[in-house]
């Protein structure tokens, strides 16, 4: 029998909350798949007596330890360091890169004050964002579209809302209008600019799958027999085919590309939407258009943990499989 392997203590040193480190632990660990991993968070170390309370759990089993460390205090930052190398164990300095070559660019020497990350320049254009793409959700459209960065369209369960939440948390307000056939799109959608506009699709078996398992949660299996026709051809093959067709001709009246999210992990799929937006706003939009959150690269790839994201083809969930929670 294989020898378990030794569990390693990833000790987070930080004078905040020590968030950014933790973030780049999980990373980290992502690419260890064997190899356990406990990570210890070591936050707001203001003073020479808390840095020494961490050395002493160091010591204690110095061979299992790796330090990250995000303490920007001079003074603390090198009894941190000393420490780890009295103890022969690894420390990564992970800020001091970031701001060396930010100094090198600029000439200017960083602060070295905890400065509260998380309420960034952006952060409340980011949770308004995130109200407008609830408020705005399934097309129920309370702001209009004119304020809309993003708007997204398609069959019903092909990801728009989970899609649309997410764009939202990364600073794009969006709405998401769902393609029905027979209903006709709210007037709305023809009179919004044609750069916001993203059209999303899926293989019509997967969207089978899907559906079949929202009919089940809701309750509904065994009303309509087999392929949920009493519930309209919802969850019904040959209706889903005849219902992609219309909803693709839909998409083509509305002239905007389709995004296929049969494989794409959630955060993929926003990389992709904020990608085509951003092309068709600078080739389609006249001077003056809103711009994107920071403008048109800040969040053109937007980036998650590699622990967090999930690859196409892998058993995980993609963007789609988001919208089957009842």
């Not at 708007?151 to 029905?180: E, H, Q």
Request: proline share 8%; net charge negative; charged share 25%.
């Amino acid at each position: 029998m294989a020898a378990t392997a030794r569990v390693i203590d990833i000790h987070v040193v930080a004078d905040s909350t020590g968030d950014t480190g933790t973030r780049v632990a999980r990373a980290t660990q992502a690419q260890f798949p064997g190899q356990p991993v406990r990570v210890v968070r070591h936050p707001r170390l203001h003073s020479p007596q808390g840095v020494d309370d961490v050395v002493a759990q160091l010591r204690a089993d110095p061979a299992a330890a790796v330090v990250f460390c995000t303490v920007v205090d001079d003074a603390l930052r090198s009894r941190v360091l000393d420490a780890c190398a009295a103890l022969d164990v690894p420390c990564a300095d992970l800020l001091a890169p970031a701001l060396d070559a930010f100094t090198a660019r600029t000439g200017a020497q960083p602060a070295r004050v905890v400065q509260p990350v998380g309420l960034a320049a952006d952060y409340f254009d980011r949770i308004h964002a995130m109200e407008f793409a609830v408020a705005n959700d399934d097309g129920h459209l309370t702001d209009g579209l004119d304020e809309a960065q993003v708007v997204l369209v398609g069959a019903s369960r092909t990801g728009k809302t989970p899609l649309s939440m997410y764009l939202g948390y990364l600073g794009y307000p969006t709405a998401n209008i769902p393609l029905v056939p027979g209903v006709a799109p709210p007037r709305e959608l023809f009179e919004a600019e044609r750069w916001k506009v993203v059209g999303l699709t899926i293989d019509p078996e997967r969207l089978l799958e899907i559906r079949q398992r929202r009919v089940h949660a809701m309750g509904a299996a065994g009303h309509g027999g087999a392929g949920g026709t009493a519930l309209g051809g919802y969850a019904d093959l040959a209706r889903i085919h005849d219902e992609l067709d219309e909803v693709a001709r839909l998409q083509r009246r509305l002239g905007c590309p389709v995004l296929d999210t049969t494989t794409l992990a959630l955060e993929e799929a926003a990389g992709r939407v904020v990608e085509l937006v951003t092309a068709r706003r600078r080739a389609l939009a006249p001077d003056g258009a809103p711009q994107p959150p920071g403008g048109d690269h800040a969040r053109a790839t937007p980036q998650t943990p590699p622990a967090d994201r999930r690859r196409a083809g892998d058993s995980a969930a993609t963007a789609a499989d988001h919208e089957e929670q009842p």
